[in-house]
């Protein structure tokens, strides 16, 4: 299992950047998955997720600036991120789970944990100016 990140990069407040998040070794329609970042200092948090069903979960810091979605088609996760802030600034990694495991989550919130997650990427770099 192969998660490659790409499309991060510097851009000014209120600007746009889509993260993109390929996919190999496995079928990401049968995967929860999901967006972290870590800014330097501070602790990684849960971005975004979607489920294999298509369900999506988001941070309280992000509902309605970014989305995520994915092509199962093209085995590749994305994140749309629009009317960017400095304190997004961070290391963005995109992280997957069996869904035979997310189906036993008991509760959606499970999905923005980290440590609930297998599968990890290296990470695209967000650098947001004011």
């Known amino acids: 299992v192969q998660l490659v990140e790409s499309g991060g990069g510097s851009v000014q407040a209120g600007g746009s950047l889509t993260l993109s998040c390929a996919a190999s070794?496995?079928?990401?329609?049968?995967?929860?998955m999901g967006w972290f970042r870590q800014a330097p200092g501070k602790e990684r948090e849960g971005v975004a997720a979607?489920?294999?069903?298509?369900?999506?979960s988001y941070a309280d810091s992000v509902k309605g600036r970014f989305t995520i979605s994915k092509d199962n088609a093209n085995n590749t996760l994305y994140l749309q991120m629009n009317n960017l802030k400095p304190e997004d600034t961070a290391r963005y990694y995109c992280?997957?789970?069996?869904?035979?495991?997310?189906?036993?989550?008991?509760?959606?919130?499970?999905?923005?944990?980290?440590?609930?997650?297998?599968?990890w990427g290296q990470g695209t770099q967000v650098t947001v100016s004011s």
């Open positions: 979607i489920d294999s069903d298509g369900s999506t």
């Open positions: 992280a997957a789970v069996p869904d035979f495991v997310s189906r036993a989550w008991i509760s959606p919130a499970y999905r923005l944990r980290g440590s609930e997650y297998s599968y």
């Open positions: 070794g496995y079928t990401i329609s049968s995967y929860c």
